[in-house]
């Protein structure tokens, strides 16, 4: 395993722990703390593992260690992130659940599309739009996670790149056949 798919794996781990840290407020060993720590931990995972996202693409590409499995992990990471973030902020009430279901249905039709472009020896690469949606939703995450205004903004302004970036990929696909 190189460091890139290291990085990887590493933020697939934290996101289960940073979902944690949005929705175990009420468990009984820290129930004391006062809400902003939790938030402050959820957000300090969530830069972590945001940071380890940059990093695990630009030493792949810089030391030429891009692997299949890489391929295959980096994108996981980035789902499990997103879905780790949204839903904990939905049920903790600070993310709208249309929004989060909006969000999550476009990366399940992407990641449809993907296999079935593989299955036909296409790859589905990622385009620029989609890059800018990840920023913004990882920014809305992090302004949501931290309760500060204009979070709810940013989710909405995701939203709406994350279903134009959909529609791109659906026309980029098609347009192979």
Known sequence: MNLPNALAVF????APLMLWFLIGRDDGLFSHWHSSWWDYFAGLIFVIASVTDFFDGFIARSW??????GAILDPLADKMLMLAGFMGLMMIDRASAWAVFLIL????LITGLRVAAASEG??????MMGK?????????????TMNFSGG??????????????????????????
């Open 132 to 144: 800018i949606k990840t920023v913004v939703q990882m920014f809305a995450i992090g302004f949501l």
């Open 105 to 108: 249905s476009r990366e399940f």
């Open 11 to 14: 933020r697939i781990l934290l």
């Open 152 to 177: 709810v903004i940013l989710l909405w302004i995701a939203v709406a790149i994350t279903i134009y970036s959909g529609i791109e990929y659906v026309f980029g696909y098609l347009k192979e056949d």
């Open 64 to 69: 030429n260690q891009m692997t299949n499995l």
């Open 122 to 127: 296409k790859s589905v690469e990622a385009s």
